[in-house]
């Protein structure tokens, strides 16, 4: 059966009810999702899933470090996450504000380690951004983009 780990960090619950809300949709799919907080999250873990999402707090622009701590210990297993499927999201607190510039560093170490990365041509792009706390627009965003992971780890796995 097709697994999918969402790894955040969130210091105010923002970007973790984003992975709660995209874990929803990866379950309407019947696809088996864990979610991990980044601090309790070692690298090696990444091998046992087929798709990978990772969320942070728009921090400057970019991901937190405790995310950008785990892709580079990830350097630990590269080659081995070739083929797996990877996503990303944000919380931010202004429009304009940076959260997709820190999905696209997430995404970028995605690429780096041979993972397939979609875009979406409906919804948020790049991946589902929040300003603040979640409304009902980041419910529907998030919920369609776990769907729309967890169907393309069932086609490709
Ligand atoms: C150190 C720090 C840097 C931040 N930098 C930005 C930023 O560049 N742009 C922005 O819109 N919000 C910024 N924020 C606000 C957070 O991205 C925002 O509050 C977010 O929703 C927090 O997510 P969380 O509830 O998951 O912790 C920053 C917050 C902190 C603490």
Redesign the pocket.
Known sequence: MAKILII???????????AELIAEGIKEEKVDVVIKNVEDTQAKELLEYDGIII????????P?YQIKKLLDESVAFHGSLEGKIGGAF??????????ETTIMAILQAMLIHGMVVKGNSKGDHYGPV????PDSRVERQSKAYGRMIAQLVKKLK
């Open positions: 955040y960090y969130s210091e105010t619950g923002n970007t973790k009810k984003m969320g942070s707090p728009t921090y400057y622009g970019l937190a944000s919380s931010s607190a202004n429009i304009g504000g940076g959260n929040s300003i603040g706390k």
